[in-house]
Every structure is written in structure tokens, then in C-alpha cells.
């Protein structure tokens, strides 16, 4: 059974930091690419970064570019988003990815709420 699990998200302030991790099982992790989603009140899901299935590769969103920083441990089986300097623009459910050709697999998401 494929699981995405995140955990780490919370309140914090303005200019403050939090750490996102996504545990992944019941798929062969290390060969999936890997993404971090997010959804703000009444707003569309948008893609925040992603990361190659050996970690070599990451890309990001032109809004979290330089503040945020996505990594994976494969032998852990587990993805991170290091979030620095966040804003209250930052606030919405992250949502974990997983995706292979026809495969796409979701996390039920964690809520990070960023106060001025």
C-alpha cells in the first residue's frame, strides 16, 4: 500500500523557519521523482519544488527561490523542504508528491500557517 506521510508543519512568525518531511512507503522510493505541492485558502494547488529520483537534480518555484530548499534521503525513504525566511504568503497545506510516467501518489498534506 503506497503512503506518503508529511509531518513538521505548524505556526510560526514572519521571517521564522520550519522543516517538512514526506515518508514514503509501498513503492520503490529512490526511482521516483519527488515534489512539493501547496494550497492556500481558496487558491489552486501550485508546485513549490522538486527533487530527481537520485536527488541531483531540484528546481523551484520563482516565489520560494533562495528560501526554500528541497532534499531526500533514499535510504531513509524520506523527502524534506528546509523552509527559511517564510512569509504569511507561505500559508497552505504542503502536500507531498511522488510521480512516475502514469504514477502519481499524494500525501494527505500538513498545514503550515505563517503569521505576520
Known amino acids: 500500500q503506497v503512503q506518503l506521510v508529511e509531518s513538521g508543519g505548524g505556526l510560526v512568525q514572519a521571517g521564522g523557519s520550519l522543516r517538512l518531511s514526506c515518508a514514503a512507503s509501498?513503492?520503490?522510493?529512490?526511482?521516483?521523482?519527488m515534489n512539493w505541492y501547496r494550497q492556500a485558502p481558496g487558491k489552486s494547488r501550485e508546485w513549490v519544488a522538486g527533487?530527481?529520483?537520485?536527488?541531483?537534480?531540484?528546481n523551484y518555484a520563482r516565489s520560494v527561490n533562495g528560501r526554500f530548499t528541497i532534499s531526500r534521503d533514499n535510504a531513509k525513504n524520506t523527502m524534506y523542504l528546509q523552509m527559511l525566511n517564510l512569509r504569511p504568503e507561505d500559508t497552505a497545506v504542503y502536500y507531498c508528491?511522488?510521480?512516475?510516467?502514469?504514477?502519481?501518489?499524494w500525501g494527505q498534506g500538513t498545514q503550515v500557517t505563517v503569521s505576520s
Open positions: 527533487i530527481s529520483s537520485a536527488g541531483s537534480t531540484t
Open positions: 508528491n511522488a510521480k512516475q510516467l502514469a504514477n502519481d501518489f
Open positions: 509501498g513503492f520503490p522510493f529512490s526511482t521516483y521523482g
